[in-house]
């Protein structure tokens, strides 16, 4: 199994609010992703990040930023949560061996973030 | 970007093989060919991955035909914890393009 860690894993929060829902990864991977997926929906790309200190917008729209200070390390934050930001959010990273298409993406297990 | 097409669902008997077809019509050729499954509200699991050649691990078989328009993941020995959402996706570098997926049922 891949060592990639989200947390919280379910977390209800108030409109307004700042959130920040965190991501590490222990296989040394250089490339790390956030996904957005709404129940029984397709997964949705909002960020990506080649390596240290490089972070890309995705193709879906998101309000949510990113840092990438660490490799391990690739936490996404909402300023001001709102109602239509509930949703549940994956994280993956991938490596390189290979070349960068042939390196799987392994996935945490989410945060299901509901705003009300 | 190339898009994939696959069955919404499936049935399979518990202990058969269990083949989920997939067609992506539209794929370029330095685009890989990727399977994942999610389970319930967990992350999608890798499964399987390929470019041009038949793949084989301990999960699965990829089967890509030759002109790579279409696909088929084959589950030798399907078992009720194989029950799942099964994602056909074409990957070019960061780009994984999902599609809805097919809901694959094991019954006893």
């Known amino acids: 199994e891949a060592d990639i860690y989200q947390t919280p894993r379910y977390l209800v929060i108030g409109t307004g609010k700042k959130i920040t829902l965190e991501c590490s990864q222990t296989?040394?991977?250089?490339?790390m992703y956030w996904y957005q997926q709404d129940p029984g929906m397709e997964l949705h790309l909002i960020h990506y990040?080649?390596?240290?200190?490089?972070?890309e917008k995705g193709d879906l729209s998101s309000e949510s930023t990113v840092s990438r200070i660490r490799t391990e390390h690739f936490p996404l934050t909402l300023e001001s949560a709102r109602p239509s930001h509930t949703s549940q959010y994956l994280c993956?990273?991938?490596?390189?061996?290979?070349?960068?298409?042939?390196?799987?993406?392994?996935f945490g297990n989410g945060t299901r973030l509901t705003v009300t | 970007d190339a898009k994939t097409t696959q069955p919404p669902s499936m049935d399979c008997a518990e202990g058969r093989a269990a083949n989920l077809p997939c067609n992506h019509s539209?794929?370029?050729?330095?685009?890989?060919v990727y399977w994942y499954r999610q389970i319930h509200s967990q992350g999608p699991q890798y499964i399987i991955h390929?470019?041009?050649?038949?793949e084989t691990n301990e999960m699965a078989s990829l089967i890509i035909t030759e002109d790579r328009k279409s696909s088929t993941l084959i589950l030798p020995h399907a078992t009720l914890r194989d029950t799942a959402v099964y994602y056909c996706?074409?990957?070019?570098?960061?780009?994984?393009?999902w599609g809805a997926g097919t809901k694959l049922i094991i019954k006893p």
């Open positions: 296989m040394g991977h250089d490339k």
């Open positions: 996706i074409v990957r070019r570098n960061y780009q994984l393009i």
């Open positions: 993956a990273s991938s490596g390189t061996q290979g070349g960068w298409g042939n390196s799987p993406l392994h």
């Open positions: 390929g470019l041009k050649n038949n």
């Open positions: 539209t794929i370029s050729g330095n685009e890989y």
């Open positions: 990040s080649y390596g240290v200190n490089s972070t």
